[in-house]
């Protein structure tokens, strides 16, 4: 009798890091000093407290078909596949990101925008067209790098543009080697740096990762960016799409198979990375309603860290201040 042992191992991981729960006040992750604190963070993080991942029905159909599984964690998920897996190159799998706890709208950047879901009737070829606005798409063949630690870290999120007339408050751009990020709307934004050198900092989830969208020859009404929902028959309620592809060409760091197309022997972690909001702390008189005080500049909202002996905000709504349809300032009204 023959007997065949064929072991399992990680095609990839993907990690889901939001720096609202890792942050220490104004300093980031990543810069954090004492390597117990980090580590002691992320053995307490769990991303399924606010976010819930799942690979789409044909994702699913090919993971089976290679006889692999998908399996949800405390830092994102992860795929395994027998060792001998064979991947064909142009493998493209997805996975669908939404929100379950409505408290993430409130300390993510970038979440302001509206998620607008357009229906349009498309005449030549009889059938409906489903866009959803604002959705980032995610992507092993269009993230960057970063070498932090010692080590080169994948992201699935685009490098950060320059400014652009149409960014929103919050967006995320470069200026020279700085990492800005929008504190008002265009035009004539004010701004806030994030880091003195972009490269010193992860890639976060920005305005670049919502891809513009090419409706066909003829339709009105499509949104300029988003993605469509019917092509591969994605929830209404999406908030990201992750699609990983078995190889990028230029840049094999980010495939998950090696030259052979099996599983590569040191699988690959990618990483998504949501930035924390920040925001102008009012403290405001309970009894009276009247303004106390005000800090000077934004500050960023964190679950570790800020506020010294004065109370933070809490996850609780945070306020745009408009005039003349413009966003100038997002407020926490702290009451004492």
Same mark, same amino acid.
């Given at each position: 009798?023959?007997?065949?042992?064929?072991?399992?191992?990680?095609?990839?991981?993907?990690?889901?890091?939001?720096?609202?729960?890792?942050?220490?006040?104004?300093?980031?992750?990543?810069?954090?000093?004492?390597?117990?604190?980090?580590?002691?963070?992320?053995?307490?993080?769990?991303?399924?407290?606010?976010?819930?991942?799942?690979?789409?029905?044909?994702?699913?159909?090919?993971?089976?078909?290679?006889?692999?599984?998908?399996?949800?964690?405390?830092?994102?998920?992860?795929?395994?596949?027998?060792?001998?897996?064979?991947?064909?190159?142009?493998?493209?799998? +997805?996975?669908?990101?939404?929100?379950?706890?409505?408290?993430?709208?409130?300390?993510?950047?970038?979440?302001?925008?509206?998620?607008?879901?357009?229906?349009?009737?498309?005449?030549?070829?009889?059938?409906?067209?489903?866009?959803?606005?604002?959705?980032?798409?995610?992507?092993?063949?269009?993230?960057?790098?970063?070498?932090?630690?010692?080590?080169?870290?994948?992201?699935?999120?685009?490098?950060?543009?320059?400014?652009?007339?149409?960014?929103?408050?919050?967006?995320?751009?470069?200026?020279?080697?700085?990492?800005?990020?929008?504190?008002?709307?265009?035009?004539?934004?004010?701004?806030?740096?994030?880091?003195? +050198?972009?490269?010193?900092?992860?890639?976060?989830?920005?305005?670049?990762?919502?891809?513009?969208?090419?409706?066909?020859?003829?339709?009105?009404?499509?949104?300029?960016?988003?993605?469509?929902?019917?092509?591969?028959?994605?929830?209404?309620?999406?908030?990201?799409?992750?699609?990983?592809?078995?190889?990028?060409?230029?840049?094999? +760091?980010?495939?998950?198979? +090696?030259?052979?197309?099996?599983?590569?022997?040191?699988?690959?972690?990618?990483?998504?990375?949501?930035?924390?909001?920040?925001?102008?702390?009012?403290?405001?008189?309970?009894?009276?309603?009247?303004?106390?005080?005000?800090?000077?500049?934004?500050?960023?909202?964190?679950?570790?860290?800020?506020?010294?002996?004065?109370?933070?905000?809490?996850?609780?709504?945070?306020?745009?201040?408009?005039?003349?349809?413009?966003?100038?300032?997002?407020?926490?009204?702290?009451?004492?």
């Amino acid at each position: 009798m023959e007997r065949r042992i064929n072991g399992y191992q990680r095609l990839f991981e993907v990690r889901l890091l939001h720096h609202y729960w890792l942050d220490e006040g104004e300093t980031i992750f990543d810069l954090i000093a004492a390597s117990e604190t980090k580590e002691r963070r992320l053995l307490n993080y769990d991303m399924r407290n606010f976010l819930a991942v799942a690979p789409t029905a044909s994702t699913a159909a090919t993971i089976a078909g290679f006889g692999g599984v998908f399996k949800d964690m405390g830092l994102g998920f992860v795929v395994g596949v027998p060792a001998d897996a064979a991947i064909p190159a142009d493998t493209a799998l +997805d996975y669908v990101v939404t929100v379950t706890d409505s408290a993430f709208f409130n300390y993510t950047t970038l979440t302001l925008s509206p998620n607008k879901i357009t229906d349009i009737f498309y005449q030549p070829e009889k059938r409906v067209y489903r866009y959803k606005d604002n959705v980032p798409l995610l992507s092993n063949l269009t993230g960057g790098a970063r070498t932090l630690d010692g080590g080169k870290v994948l992201y699935l999120s685009q490098d950060y543009p320059s400014l652009a007339a149409t960014d929103p408050i919050e967006s995320l751009i470069v200026s020279g080697p700085s990492l800005l990020q929008l504190t008002s709307d265009q035009p004539g934004a004010t701004t806030r740096q994030l880091a003195a +050198d972009a490269t010193t900092v992860p890639v976060f989830v920005n305005q670049s990762d919502v891809p513009a969208i090419a409706p066909p020859p003829g339709m009105t009404g499509a949104p300029a960016r988003g993605i469509r929902l019917d092509e591969e028959d994605l929830p209404d309620d999406i908030f990201a799409l992750i699609r990983l592809t078995a190889e990028r060409p230029t840049d094999k +760091d980010f495939s998950y198979i +090696d030259n052979a197309g099996h599983p590569k022997a040191v699988h690959p972690v990618y990483q998504v990375r949501f930035k924390n909001r920040c925001t102008t702390w009012r403290y405001i008189h309970k009894a009276t309603g009247l303004l106390d005080s005000q800090i000077p500049a934004p500050l960023p909202l964190t679950f570790f860290g800020n506020g010294g002996t004065r109370p933070k905000p809490s996850q609780g709504c945070v306020k745009p201040q408009i005039a003349a349809n413009k966003i100038m300032d997002l407020v926490s009204e702290i009451f004492i």
